[in-house]
């Protein structure tokens, strides 16, 4: 079954204390929260939830998923009451990518769910949002996780198969590389990562309203996606480089920051450790939440018109600035102080 985003969105929205209560299970207070008496250790607030035990937590849908044993759609149904539609079904491939196509789909994704999950550590919100819009999915002959890439218009165009043992990876024969896998968001930032799983193990770790962003796999540190990207969606301001923290991730990075289009705006975002898997996999032990190694600002920025000074200030101004969103990226804020003109002084809280 298909959910839209705004079904999800309200199944993300349902009060806990309620929904449990619904199901016949017995809830006592704790101050502000609530205690569910068959997870002692755990508590609920709003649409929140937090297992003490476990130093973990999140909202209702991954909730229901791992208390209940529900699939990401039925604990969508079960929250809202909803009944989803039949995905949409998919559209033929113009003439030129006729020998493009998706590997056929298993029965069910639990291998490939799994494999994300557990040996990834992804979230299992995370993922199955993207099962749930069909961007994910496990194909039949191998049980491989199957990477998704469309055109503007939905259409596939362009699939990566990685395996759930092993190394193996492959891109499907016929794909087209600039329409990798990707999440577009109606904000102005763009995330660009080497590869899916990296994409997705930073949306775990910067979660907040990630979904207003975009998000893209280059399938590598080649360039094709990128420009692709930023040719489709004109709306996009500044390019956030989160490529590997290696020699051939910082060398790709100087190339593509040079191949984006004036105008717009590239940053880097170095991981702590060498990818944002690797981070992810090690979220448990950074107890501060410093995800970031290090952030490069302006390896490219628009020219800067001109100014006529008219009146001179006598007086200091200051203002602050907030980089991205807090607590998107956590290092505070930045503040900035003018004097006069030309005077100006940036330093960092």
Same mark, same amino acid.
């Given at each position: 079954?298909?959910?839209?985003?705004?079904?999800?969105?309200?199944a993300?929205?349902?009060?806990?204390?309620?929904?449990?209560?619904s199901?016949?299970?017995?809830?006592?207070?704790?101050?502000?929260?609530?205690?569910?008496k068959?997870h002692?250790?755990?508590?609920?607030?709003?649409?929140?939830?937090?297992?003490h035990?476990?130093?973990?937590?999140?909202?209702?849908?991954?909730?229901?998923?791992?208390?209940?044993?529900?699939s990401?759609?039925?604990?969508?149904?079960?929250l809202?009451?909803?009944?989803?539609?039949?995905?949409?079904p998919?559209?033929?491939?113009?003439?030129?990518?006729?020998?493009?196509?998706?590997?056929?789909p298993?029965?069910?994704?639990?291998?490939?769910?799994?494999?994300?999950?557990?040996?990834?550590?992804?979230?299992?919100?995370?993922?199955?949002?993207?099962?749930?819009?069909?961007?994910?999915?496990?194909?039949?002959?191998?049980?491989?996780?199957?990477?998704?890439?469309?055109?503007?218009?939905?259409?596939?165009?362009?699939?990566?198969?990685?395996?759930?043992?092993?190394?193996f990876?492959?891109?499907?024969?016929?794909?087209?590389?600039?329409f990798?896998?990707c999440?577009?968001?109606?904000?102005?930032?763009?995330?660009?990562?080497?590869?899916?799983?990296?994409?997705?193990?930073?949306?775990c770790?910067?979660?907040?309203?990630?979904?207003?962003?975009?998000? @893209?796999?280059?399938?590598?540190? =080649?360039?094709? $996606?990128?420009l %692709?990207?930023?040719?489709?969606? +004109?709306?996009?301001? /500044? #390019?956030?480089?989160? @490529?590997?923290?290696?020699?051939? =991730?910082?060398? $790709?990075c100087? %190339?593509?920051?040079?191949?984006? +289009?004036?105008?717009? /705006? #590239?940053?880097?975002?170095?991981?702590?450790?060498k990818?944002?898997?690797?981070?992810?996999?090690?979220?448990a032990e950074?107890?501060?939440?410093?995800?970031?190694?290090?952030?490069v600002?302006?390896?490219?920025e628009?020219?800067?018109?001109?100014?006529?000074?008219?009146i001179?200030?006598?007086e200091?101004?200051t203002?602050?600035?907030?980089?991205?969103?807090e607590?998107?990226?956590?290092?505070?804020?930045?503040?900035?102080?003018?004097?006069?003109p030309?005077?100006?002084?940036?330093?960092?809280?």
């Amino acid at each position: 079954m298909y959910y839209t985003q705004d079904q999800i969105d309200r199944a993300n929205q349902a009060d806990l204390v309620s929904f449990l209560q619904s199901q016949g299970e017995q809830l006592t207070r704790a101050g502000n929260e609530y205690r569910w008496k068959r997870h002692d250790s755990l508590t609920v607030r709003g649409n929140k939830w937090y297992r003490h035990s476990q130093s973990k937590g999140g909202g209702p849908v991954d909730f229901v998923m791992e208390f209940f044993g529900r699939s990401f759609t039925e604990a969508v149904e079960l929250l809202t009451g909803e009944k989803g539609a039949a995905p949409p079904p998919d559209r033929p491939c113009p003439a030129s990518l006729s020998n493009f196509r998706l590997p056929p789909p298993n029965s069910d994704n639990r291998t490939a769910r799994n494999y994300l999950t557990a040996a990834r550590r992804i979230d299992e919100d995370v993922t199955g949002f993207f099962f749930a819009r069909g961007d994910i999915y496990e194909d039949a002959a191998h049980h491989n996780a199957v990477f998704v890439g469309r055109d503007e218009d939905g259409i596939p165009r362009y699939a990566h198969s990685k395996g759930t043992v092993g190394n193996f990876r492959l891109d499907v024969k016929g794909s087209d590389k600039a329409f990798n896998f990707c999440y577009r968001g109606e904000g102005e930032r763009l995330f660009v990562f080497e590869a899916p799983v990296d994409l997705l193990s930073f949306l775990c770790l910067f979660k907040k309203a990630w979904q207003k962003q975009s998000y @893209l796999s280059l399938g590598g540190v =080649g360039e094709k $996606a990128l420009l %692709r990207f930023l040719s489709d969606r +004109p709306n996009i301001k /500044t #390019v956030y480089l989160c @490529l590997d923290s290696d020699q051939a =991730g910082n060398d $790709a990075c100087s %190339r593509l920051a040079e191949l984006v +289009p004036e105008g717009l /705006t #590239v940053h880097r975002l170095v991981p702590l450790f060498k990818d944002w898997n690797e981070v992810l996999q090690h979220r448990a032990e950074i107890t501060d939440g410093k995800y970031i190694r290090e952030a490069v600002y302006g390896l490219k920025e628009p020219p800067q018109e001109e100014t006529v000074e008219i009146i001179r200030m006598s007086e200091v101004d200051t203002q602050t600035v907030e980089w991205l969103w807090e607590p998107y990226i956590p290092f505070g804020k930045v503040t900035i102080v003018q004097g006069n003109p030309g005077e100006g002084k940036t330093t960092f809280a």
